[in-house]
T-cell receptor, first 115, second 114 residues
Framework: GDSVTQMEGPVTLSEEAFLTINCTYT??????LFWYVQYPGEGLQLLLK?????DKGSNKGFEATYRKETTSFHLEKGSVQVSDSAVYFC??????????????FGRGTSLIVHP | DAMVIQNPRYQVTQFGKPVTLSCSQT?????MYWYQQKSSQAPKLLFH???????NEADTPDNFQSRRPNTSFCFLDIRSPGLGDAAMYLC?????????????FGPGTRLTVL
């Protein structure tokens, strides 16, 4: 079945450092890929998405490119802020047989940014 | 603002005492989901509704039930909570059954079982 693998956390960075959070996936079809962010005590919210190969999703300085050849969707940001401290979830949605789909989430990567 | 609302935000119950968590949405979305999230883990889908059609995940325990009386509201009933059911419960909505559409999450209800 479909699966998402994220790098283990926590990732600890100083403010203004470069961020990469790795995400790879396995899927039987042609999935859409998502990054969600969860701030402490809150639900998940969409950060960015890409729906086909070579698409780049971007939002709030974060970027991720859908790489079909490497089955990856790594999250990057050039200069992190303390306010970016949160848990980041990579996810995919794919058609399953029967015409429905079930979203699949990775385990999440905690990011801690120090001043 | 259109949103997904969960009540209560924190729920404490006793072992074996039934509990109901509620979710409402102002997005008019067809699809509503319930997830269980334990610490440092991915959200685990329990079930989802497409309109009134109920879809149960194969490994969701019978202890968990759901009701969707109308488009706006969805309830999660835990008939006999055990200690292992202590978790964050997340409600989410989606516009359609489509892989292209993102989900919209509520803030979650943190359930404690004593």
């Amino acid at each position: 079945g479909d699966s998402v693998t994220q790098m283990e956390g926590p990732v600890t960075l100083s403010e203004e450092a470069f961020l990469t959070i790795n995400c790879t996936y396995t899927a039987t079809g042609y999935p859409s890929l998502f990054w969600y962010v969860q701030y402490p005590g809150e639900g998940l919210q969409l950060l960015l998405k890409a729906t086909k190969a070579d698409d780049k999703g971007s939002n709030k300085g974060f970027e991720a490119t859908y790489r079909k050849e490497t089955t990856s969707f790594h999250l990057e940001k050039g200069s992190v802020q303390v306010s970016d401290s949160a848990v980041y979830f990579c996810a995919l949605s794919d058609y399953l047989s029967g015409g429905s789909y079930i979203p699949t989430f990775g385990r999440g990567t905690s990011l801690i940014v120090h001043p | 603002d259109a949103m997904v609302i969960q009540n209560p935000r924190y729920q404490v119950t006793q072992f074996g005492k039934p509990v109901t968590l509620s979710c409402s949405q102002t997005l008019n979305h067809n699809v509503m989901y319930w997830y269980q999230q334990k610490s440092s883990q991915a959200p685990k889908l329990l079930f989802h509704y497409y309109d009134k059609d109920f879809n149960n995940e194969a490994d969701t325990p019978d202890n968990f039930q759901s009701r969707r009386p109308n488009t706006s509201f969805c309830f999660l009933d835990i008939r006999s909570p055990g200690l292992g059911d202590a978790a964050m419960y997340l409600c989410a909505t989606g516009g359609n059954i489509s892989p292209y559409n993102e989900q919209f999450f509520g803030p979650g209800t943190r359930l404690t079982v004593l």
